[in-house]
């Protein structure tokens, strides 16, 4: 549809005396302080010329109003005549797309999947079956194995028991031969091994400082002497056997 009409232009002249009038107001108002009866009074007069200015306002923003309003109905009616043709055709669209098309393949679709869901089910139905009877089976030999570990065991226990029986007799029998034994046959006697260490040389004394002693040497003199300078002897008791 070709549009004729021109664009409205906005004019904002016939509001021109009322917007004096409530500048005017507004003036008056600003500032205006209740002192006593008498400007309690002239302030209410002033509230109610306020108040018949903006009832003028209103007044002729409804006039102005009407005849756009008008307008808008007339070009709304107009409009509506000129979009029935192609609203009749946007339904017949959303019809045939809905009831020829969509609708019955959206009906297969919900059927194949319910098929889907029906499927599921029992199939996890069925593994879960081979999943219970295995456990079953696995709990069932296990209780078997150890029912025959146990007899198992006690025919162990009782072979392990005489046969421990039996090593230990002979090991008393052993002990007891190796101890009657070592007794008649060694003798001991007590010895000290002394051991020194040099704490500083140049305190030990020149009758100690002997060189090439053998063994039995140093022994008798450490034997007889057990706090030398510089020295920090000490000694150990161990049996000694012939």
Known sequence: ??????????????????KETI????????????????????LFNMCKDANKALKTVDAKRLELL???KAEKKLLNDQLKKDLEPLTEIERKLEEYAKTELMDPLQGIINEKKTMIIDW???????????????????????????????????????????EAEKVQGQDQEETQEKIH????????????????????????????????????????????????PGLEITFEEKMMYQ
């Open 181 to 228: 034994h070592e007794t008649r046959k060694r003798t001991g006697r007590l010895k000290k091994i002394w051991n020194f260490k040099v704490l500083d040389i140049n305190l030990v004394p020149d009758k100690y400082m002997i060189k090439h002693v053998n063994k039995l040497e140093v022994e008798r003199v450490l034997g007889t002497v057990t706090e030398i």
């Open 120 to 162: 599921d089910r029992k199939e996890a139905e069925r593994v879960t079956k081979i999943e219970r009877e295995a456990e079953e089976k696995r709990i069932a030999d296990e209780k078997a194995a150890e029912e025959k570990q146990k007899g198992l065991s006690g025919i162990q226990k009782v072979e392990a028991k005489q």
């Open 23 to 42: 500048r005017l107001i507004k003036v008056g108002l600003n500032g205006f302080v209740v002192t006593d009866r008498d400007t309690r009074d002239l």
């Open 66 to 68: 009407r005849p756009i």
């Open 1 to 18: 549809m070709e549009n004729t009409l021109e664009k409205p232009g906005l004019d904002l002249e016939p509001f021109d005396p009322a």
